[in-house]
Nanobody
Framework: QVQLVESGGGLVQAGGSLRLSCAAS????????MAWYRQSLGLQRELVAA???????NYADSVKGRFTISRDNAWNMAYLQMNSLKPEDTAVYYC?????????????WGQGTQVTVSS
């Protein structure tokens, strides 16, 4: 099992910045990648950014150049630095980990943190 706890959400004005943190615990040795997703009211959850064990990152087109995903080497923490925030970035942001237990791949999610960007 992997437990994930997000923090760092809040209310910010358009153009501002926030840094989200995701603290992982449990079987962190099994983590192969981590990602941030977001879900706005009435919409499907969407991928924001992801990072793999070799440091490869990918981003949604809507956040490229504004958001940066990072992690520590031990997979204890993952971060999402969000700059130049826009009202359309308002959503609940979730941390997800993909873990490998032998031949079994499992996904784990945090409880989410609210980000609200005012215009």
């Amino acid at each position: 099992q992997v437990q994930l706890v997000e923090s760092g959400g809040g209310l910010v004005q358009a153009g501002g910045s926030l840094r989200l943190s995701c603290a992982a615990s449990g079987s962190i040795f099994s983590i192969k990648s981590m990602a941030w997703y977001r879900q706005s009211l009435g919409l499907q959850r969407e991928l924001v950014a992801a990072i793999t064990s070799d440091g490869t990152t990918n981003y949604a087109d809507s956040v490229k150049g504004r958001f940066t995903i990072s992690r520590d080497n031990a997979w204890n923490m993952a971060y999402l630095q969000m700059n130049s925030l826009k009202p359309e970035d308002t959503a609940v942001y979730y941390c997800k980990s993909t873990a490998q237990f032998g031949a079994i791949t499992r996904l784990f999610w945090g409880q989410g943190t609210q980000v609200t960007v005012s215009s």
